[in-house]
C-alpha cells in the first residue's frame, strides 16, 4: 500500500539553503545552464522546475551547450529510440568537457529509475557527473551541491548518483520557470497505478498520487491573475484524480472549479484513460464555457483480444461507446489518441481491427508508435514473432490513413471563422503567427504580431495533413 510522502516545509529549506551555497560558490562569473527535455508534457513541466531551481542557484539560461556551465538532461523512458538520442547526446558532451573541465552533466528523468540505464550511466559515460531520478526533482539543488562540494575536495571524484528507487512524492512550493507567457503546464497528479503491459511509467514514475486541490486551484488562479491564455491540466491519467484524497473531489469536480475561476483562459487536460472516462465528463465539458472541446483518448489498439493482453480495462465495443457517449454530448469534439503498432502476438486479423476502428472513429490527429520492449514490463517477455519489416508495413499503413483522415477533418474548416489564441511567431513571413484552435488544431496566420497573446477570430482559408491556414479578422 503506497503512503503518500509529502516534501515538507524544512526538507525544502535545506534546499533553499543549497541554492545560496551555490550562488555563492559561482559568484565569481555569470554561468549558464541547459537543460534539455526528451518525451511528455509532464518531463516539459518538471524542466520547468529544473530551471527555477537553477536559476534560483545563480545559473542564467541558455540553448546553446558550448556556453553551458551545466547540462541537465531529463530524459523519457517509453520507448527505446528517446534512450538511444539521449545516450548520444549525452556522449557528445565528451568533448565540450575536454574543452572546459569545470562543465557538469546531469542526467534526470524516467531513464535513470531504470537499474540497467543507472549502471549504463554510472559505468560507461564518465561525462555524467550527476544522475537523478523524477522522484528527486524537488532536491536538485542538494545533490548538485554535493557535487559541486565533492569536487572541491575529492577532484574527479566527484559524481553523484541517485536515482533512488521510490514511489514517489508529492512536493509544493517548488520553484518554476515557465517557459511561456501564454500557456502553462498544471501538473495535477503524479505516477501511475494502471500497469499496462507494455508501458515503463508506472515503473519509474511510481504511484498514482494526486495533489491536493486547494494547490491546484491557487496556481491556476495566480496563472490566470498573470494573464496565462491556455492552462493545461496534467496527469498520466487525468480521470482517476483525487483517489486517496480525504477531499472526495474528483476530475469532473476539479475542471468545473477550475473553470469557475476568474479570467479569460482556455482549459485543457491530458491524458485521459478511456476506462475512466465517464458520462459526468463529457456533461461537465459540455456545460463549462472555458474547458477545450478536445480529449486525447488513447485506445492503443483496435482489437478486443490485444487490448486484454496490454491490460486496457476495456475492449473495442467498449471504447466505441465511450466515444458515440462523448461525441453525442460534444458534437464538435476534437479526438486525438495513440495508438501502438505490433504488440507481441499481433496479427495481421488484429492489425485490421485497429485500421477499422481509426476509419470509424475518424480522429483528428494520431500519435502512432511501433511496440518497443521495455525491460521488466511484462509484454517484454511475451512471444513476439512478427518481424520488424513487417510491423513497419503495418505501420505505414496506419499512418496512411491517420494522415488521410486529418487531412479531410482539416479540410472541413476552410470557409469557417474559429475563435483562436495567438500563441506565437513563425519564420514564415506569409504566415508570420501562430495559433490555436479550442480544440487544439494548428493554425498558421497571416495577422499583426501585436496579436500574440490575444484570441482572435481566425478566417480559414486553407489547411493541410497538420495544420489550417488563414488570417486574422479582427
Ligand atoms: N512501445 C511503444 N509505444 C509505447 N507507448 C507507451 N509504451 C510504449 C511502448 N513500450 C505509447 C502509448 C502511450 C504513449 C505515451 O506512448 O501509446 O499512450
Ligand atoms: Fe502507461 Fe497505461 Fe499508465 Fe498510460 S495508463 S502511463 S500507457 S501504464
Known amino acids: ?24 560558490a559561482l559568484s565569481d562569473r555569470p554561468r549558464f545552464a541547459l537543460v534539455d527535455t526528451y518525451g511528455c508534457q509532464q ?5 520547468e522546475i529544473l530551471r527555477g531551481w537553477l536559476m534560483d542557484c545563480g545559473y542564467g539560461l541558455t540553448s546553446d551547450p558550448a556556453q553551458a556551465d551545466i547540462v541537465v538532461f531529463n530524459t523519457c523512458a517509453v520507448r527505446e529510440h528517446a534512450e538511444q538520442r539521449v545516450y548520444g547526446n549525452v556522449g557528445a558532451l565528451t568533448h565540450n568537457k575536454a574543452k572546459n573541465p569545470d562543465l557538469i552533466v546531469a542526467v534526470g528523468g524516467c531513464m535513470t529509475q531504470q537499474e540497467t540505464v543507472k549502471e ?9 557527473d550527476m544522475v537523478f531520478g523524477p522522484h528527486e526533482v524537488w532536491k536538485f539543488p542538494e545533490l548538485l551541491w554535493s557535487v559541486m562540494e565533492r569536487r572541491g575536495r575529492r577532484g574527479n571524484k566527484s559524481r553523484v548518483i541517485a536515482a533512488e528507487p521510490s514511489d514517489g512524492v508529492v512536493a509544493e512550493g517548488l520553484p518554476r520557470q515557465r517557459d511561456s507567457e501564454i500557456k ?36 491556476a488562479r495566480k496563472l490566470a491573475e498573470a494573464g496565462v491564455k491556455d492552462i493545461t491540466l ?26 469557475d475561476l476568474p479570467g479569460d483562459f482556455v482549459l485543457r487536460f491530458m491524458t485521459s484513460h478511456p476506462k475512466d472516462a465517464t458520462e459526468k465528463l463529457f456533461r461537465t465539458m459540455a456545460e463549462c464555457d472555458k474547458i477545450a472541446h478536445h480529449i486525447h483518448l488513447p485506445a492503443q489498439s483496435g482489437s478486443s483480444r490485444v487490448l486484454k493482453a496490454m491490460n486496457r480495462h476495456y475492449d473495442r465495443e467498449k471504447y466505441l461507446d465511450t466515444v458515440a457517449m462523448a461525441r453525442k454530448l460534444l458534437p464538435d469534439l476534437v479526438l486525438t489518441t495513440d495508438i501502438i503498432v505490433g504488440f507481441p502476438g499481433e496479427t495481421e486479423a488484429d492489425f485490421e481491427e485497429t485500421l477499422s476502428l481509426v476509419e470509424e472513429v475518424r ?38 490513413s491517420a494522415n488521410r483522415i486529418s487531412a479531410e477533418k482539416h479540410a472541413a474548416y476552410v470557409g469557417k471563422t474559429c475563435r483562436v489564441l495567438v500563441d506565437g511567431e513563425t ?25 500574440v497573446g490575444q484570441f482572435v477570430n ?14 486574422a479578422s479582427e
Open 363 to 400: 480522429y483528428d490527429a494520431m500519435f502512432t508508435f511501433i511496440y518497443s520492449p521495455r525491460t521488466g514490463t511484462p509484454a517484454a517477455s511475451m512471444p513476439d514473432p512478427v518481424s520488424r519489416a513487417e510491423k513497419q508495413v503495418w505501420f505505414d499503413r496506419l499512418l496512411d
Open 43 to 47: 518531463n516539459e513541466s518538471d524542466s
Open 1 to 24: 500500500m503506497y503512503e503518500r510522502q509529502e516534501i515538507t516545509q524544512a526538507q525544502l529549506e535545506v534546499q533553499r539553503r543549497c541554492c545560496e551555497k551555490i550562488k555563492d
Open 120 to 128: 549504463k550511466l554510472k559505468n560507461s559515460f564518465r561525462v555524467v
Open 427 to 451: 519564420n514564415d513571413p506569409t504566415r508570420n503567427l501562430s495559433a490555436r484552435t479550442k480544440g487544439g488544431r494548428l493554425v498558421h496566420l497571416t495577422g499583426d504580431p501585436a496579436l
Open 234 to 259: 496534467l496527469g498520466q491519467n487525468v480521470n482517476s484524480y483525487g483517489k486517496g484524497l480525504a477531499d472526495g473531489m474528483d476530475f469532473p469536480d476539479l475542471l468545473r472549479a477550475v473553470n
Open 184 to 219: 502553462a503546464w498544471l501538473s495535477i497528479m503524479n505516477g501511475c497505478d494502471n500497469f499496462c503491459t507494455y508501458c515503463i511509467v508506472p515503473h519509474v514514475r511510481g504511484r498514482e498520487r494526486s495533489r491536493r486541490p486547494e494547490a491546484i486551484l491557487a496556481e
Open 458 to 471: 481566425a478566417e480559414i482559408t486553407d489547411s493541410s495533413t497538420w495544420a489550417l491556414f488563414g488570417h
